[in-house]
């Protein structure tokens, strides 16, 4: 696999010592569950972080530097019971640009229908032929997503098997009939984020994953202009994706990720180029006002 270079301090999260692909930091806001026994959130922090770091999701040899930083956000809305839980979670995933100290943001999604039970102390059960329990399908759907995201970003739709994984997880947890594994109500479910993942109509986005990153930010520092360029050609295929399908969840994801820091890349530069990524972004995302910083200079 490409060796992917991280320099110290590069990434603004808690890296896991112990770990094989993933160094996965999880936070449980439980301030809106009635429970007078706090020590479950611990404890689930603790496994979540063990299921997510401690499991060996691909085949390749990952070195410590190597590791994918990513988050997961816990917010429990509701206990129906001491072990049934209702939550939200935003999965964030990040990964070093080459010759700097800036992580970038790959994937940002927010789940909002997650369902599942956890029972204090139990070893967390998971297979990949097999729907075991909605905790562990949500927690590998996204280890496998993370992943794949993170391929795409190093080599043109390396995440490909990843994806393909994920969409398996997807397809042995529709049995449990929970909330979010199907393509029925919201749009913006994991069925849907794994489905435009595995979507041939999305293939322009995934390619700009890859244009964006390791044809772009990789090289900035040599030629910022060129960069740009680069970026601005990956925004003209991923408009092309959304005028096939103008309400794909990626193209959300994408823009959750990348919002911030697209108003950086182009708040200087060629003013055509600028002007022109305004143009594209606001088309993409109308109701976002931080891209008016693009062409205010």
Known sequence: MIKKVLLAGCILWAVVA????????????????????RTVFADMKKAVE??????????????????IACNILITITKMNSPTSFEASVQVQSARPVYNS????LVFNFADRDWQFDYIESQPLEYNDN????????????YAYVIIGIDYDTFSEMGGTPFFQQAR??????????????????SNRNRYWIVENFN???????????????RLALDIFHKDPDKSREVILKGLKDIKKVRDINPTAVLLVSFLDAKNKELVNIFSSG????????????????????????????
């Not at 022109?276 to 993409?284: G, N, P, S």
């Open 130 to 141: 097999t729907f075991t329990n909605n905790l562990t399908s949500m927690l590998a759907m």
């Open 270 to 297: 060629n003013l055509p180029v600028r002007r022109e990524a305004y143009d594209i972004i606001k088309t993409l995302d109308p109701s976002g006002t931080i891209y008016d910083k693009i062409i205010q200079n």
């Open 101 to 104: 100290n800036y992580p970038t």
């Open 18 to 37: 112990q770990g094989q692909e993933l160094a996965c930091t999880v936070s449980i806001n439980a301030t809106g569950a009635q429970s007078n026994d």
């Open 199 to 213: 979507n041939p109509q999305m293939n322009d986005l995934r390619k700009a994953y890859y244009a964006y990153h």
């Open 168 to 185: 398996q997880v997807v397809n042995n947890a529709q049995q449990s009939n929970r909330e979010g594994w199907n393509s029925l109500g």
């Open 50 to 67: 063990q299921f997510m770091n401690t499991r060996k999701w691909t085949n390749d040899t990952y070195k410590n530097y190597e590791k």
